[in-house]
C-alpha cells in the first residue's frame, strides 16, 4: 500500500511564488508617498507593504491592470501593476527584481518603525 506523500503543487512555479509571499509579509504602516500612473501624479497613504505587494490610499485610484510608480520615502521606488480595489485604496503587485528584496524589505521596516499605523487600523 502506497503511503501518501506530503508534495507541494504540481506546479514548482506555484510553490515558489507561496515562499515568497511568506518570506516578505506586508508590514503595516502609515507612509505618505507619492504615486504615478496614466498621467496621474497623486499623494498617498501606504498602509501595508513588503518587497512584492502594497496596500495603497489614494484618490483617484488607478484603473486594474495599469502600470504604476510608488516613492515611499525612506524606502525608495517601486513598480508594480494596479490588481484591485477596496474602497479608496487599490492593492498593488510590486515588480521588484530578486536582488533588491532583501534590502527594500529592511528600509521598509525601518520606515514603519518611524511612520507605525494608526492603533485603531
Do not use: K, Y
Given at each position: 500500500?502506497?503511503i501518501?506523500s ?29 504615486i ?62 530578486p ?5 527594500l ?5 525601518l ?11
Amino acid at each position: 500500500m502506497a503511503i501518501p506523500s506530503e508534495a507541494g503543487p504540481e506546479n514548482p512555479q506555484e510553490n515558489q511564488t507561496e515562499a515568497e509571499r511568506r518570506r516578505f509579509r506586508r508590514i503595516a504602516t502609515r507612509i505618505e508617498g507619492r504615486i504615478v500612473f496614466a498621467g496621474v501624479d497623486a499623494e498617498c497613504l501606504i498602509h501595508e507593504m513588503s518587497a512584492t505587494g502594497a496596500i495603497v490610499e489614494t484618490s483617484p485610484l488607478p484603473a486594474i491592470g495599469a502600470d504604476v510608480a510608488l516613492e515611499v520615502p525612506g524606502v525608495g521606488f517601486a513598480r508594480g501593476r494596479a490588481m484591485r480595489h477596496d474602497g479608496s485604496t487599490v492593492s498593488i503587485d510590486l515588480d521588484t527584481p530578486p536582488a533588491r528584496r532583501d534590502r527594500l524589505n529592511d528600509r521598509l521596516i525601518l520606515a514603519a518603525f518611524r511612520n507605525p499605523p494608526l492603533a485603531d487600523e
